[in-house]
């Protein structure tokens, strides 16, 4: 009988903790980023095709939000600082990543190898587009959330990802950050539940 590793390596997400140069209030896992970054993808999706005209697999954004940093559970969380700080550091990032990504593929069964190297090599840009834009928004939300329990230490961080998220240029992303961002400083009183 075989025993695949594929799986328990993935729940290996949640020991993977981000923000590793800032002072956080409460620390975020790998595991909480990629389901927020899931439900902003699909979310993103629908906002596109509703109101924009769009034709965009919600369902498969949200499964490429649920992996897209995969990588980092052999790699680590490398700081955003770090990463693009000038050109080779990321070119070599990027192929630690995919080195990794390869890594975990290995750990599937061959029936199941082709389905997830899809997903993890993913070439459909408008969709690799929406996940990066909800991945941005997901860091927003945090530095939100940081700065709502009084830490500054987010505050440039959250200055990039506004004016980064605003350059995107994206019509559902502008949405989602005038219609559901406001709520993210709001006391859950606040809420009106």
């Not at 909480?32 to 498969?60: P, T, Y």
């Not at 500054?152 to 502008?174: G, I, Q, W, Y």
Request: negative net charge; contains cysteine.
């Amino acid at each position: 009988m075989n025993c695949y590793h594929f799986f328990s390596v993935i729940s290996r997400m949640k020991y993977i903790h981000r923000w590793g140069l800032m002072r956080n209030s409460k620390d975020e896992n790998l595991s909480e980023h990629s389901l927020e970054v899931a439900m902003i993808a699909h979310a993103l999706c629908l906002i596109k095709n509703k109101r924009f005209g769009g034709n965009i697999d919600a369902q498969k954004a949200a499964i490429l939000g649920l992996y897209h940093d995969a990588s980092e559970i052999l790699t680590g969380d490398l700081p955003t600082p770090v990463k693009y700080h000038n050109p080779e550091i990321y070119e070599s990032y990027k192929k630690v990543e995919f080195f990794a990504i390869k890594k975990i593929l290995k750990m599937l069964p061959d029936y199941l190898y082709d389905e997830y190297k899809n997903l993890f090599f993913e070439k459909d840009k408008e969709l690799l587009a929406i996940v990066k834009a909800a991945d941005k928004i997901s860091a927003l939300i945090k530095c939100i959330e940081e700065e709502n329990v009084g830490n500054n230490e987010f505050k440039s961080a959250k200055k990039r990802l506004t004016e980064s998220l605003e350059n995107l240029k994206r019509p559902e992303v502008d949405v989602f950050l005038s219609d559901f961002l406001p709520s993210y400083a709001l006391s859950l009183d606040d809420q009106e539940l």
